[in-house]
């Protein structure tokens, strides 16, 4: 597509749920980065995907929280056994293989836990 | 390691006047430096970016930036600005490559806290 795209734009769940965030990349865009924005902690990385391959999941905060790409293109993150903590906006972005160019993001999910 | 100071987390500025955003930052190694501008319920927007070269570097909305590797500083300017560049404003770094100038990173982002930029009429 002409961007990237993320889906749902606004999310709100029960503490304890489980959720999951979509990011659609740019076509052909090898590189993927999910972000996390939250009043508190300002903008962190939680994840990179070269291709279908996590080399740097560093940023992810707990065990409740994974991603996985497949075919190289769509990006799923979940949010297992959600917490009020987790309200945040998720960014993601995509990159040609050369990512220190600087990425697109999409406009974000924007999740709360109520 | 790497890190991001935005020494001014509100910058107040009337219709027309100039405006700096500050940025400093830190790392052991070489690093890429990008602003990045947030308008309301958007996701991140790429101003600029110093890669290498001319350290004075143009971007998008009339914006401009000087890379200083004696200060550590990316400051980011612009000479008249309008309401419409009312928004938050993201400097942010990263490393090259592995393999290449010193580099550990596959593009990942260490960002400021922000600026936010209200241009008043």
């Known amino acids: 597509g002409a961007g990237v795209s993320q889906s749902p734009s606004n999310k709100v769940t029960e503490k304890g749920k489980d959720v999951e965030l979509r990011c659609d990349p740019i076509?052909?865009?090898?590189?993927l980065y999910w972000y996390r924005q939250s009043l508190g902690q300002g903008l962190e990385f939680l994840i990179y995907f070269q291709g279908n391959s996590a080399p740097d999941k560093s940023g992810l905060p707990s065990d409740r929280f994974s991603a996985e790409r497949t075919g190289g293109s769509v990006s799923t993150l979940t949010i297992q056994r959600t917490q009020q903590e987790d309200s945040a906006v998720y960014l993601c972005a995509s990159s040609p293989i050369r990512a220190n160019y600087g990425y697109t993001f999409g406009s974000g999910t924007r999740l709360t836990v109520v | 390691a790497q890190s991001v100071t935005q020494l001014d987390s509100q910058v107040p500025v009337f219709e027309e006047a100039p405006v700096e955003l500050r940025c400093n930052y830190s790392s052991s190694v070489s690093v890429y430096l990008f602003w990045y501008v947030q308008y309301p319920n958007q996701g991140l927007q790429l101003l600029l970016k110093y890669l290498s070269g001319s350290t004075l570097v143009k971007g998008i909305n009339g914006f401009e930036a000087e890379f200083n590797k004696s200060q550590t500083s990316f400051h980011l300017r612009k000479p008249s600005v309008h309401i419409s560049d009312t928004a938050e404003y993201f400097c942010a770094v990263s490393q090259p490559a592995p393999g290449y100038a010193g580099g550990t990173s596959y593009g990942k982002l260490t960002f400021g806290q922000g600026t936010i930029l209200t241009v008043h009429p």
């Open positions: 076509s052909g865009h090898t590189a």
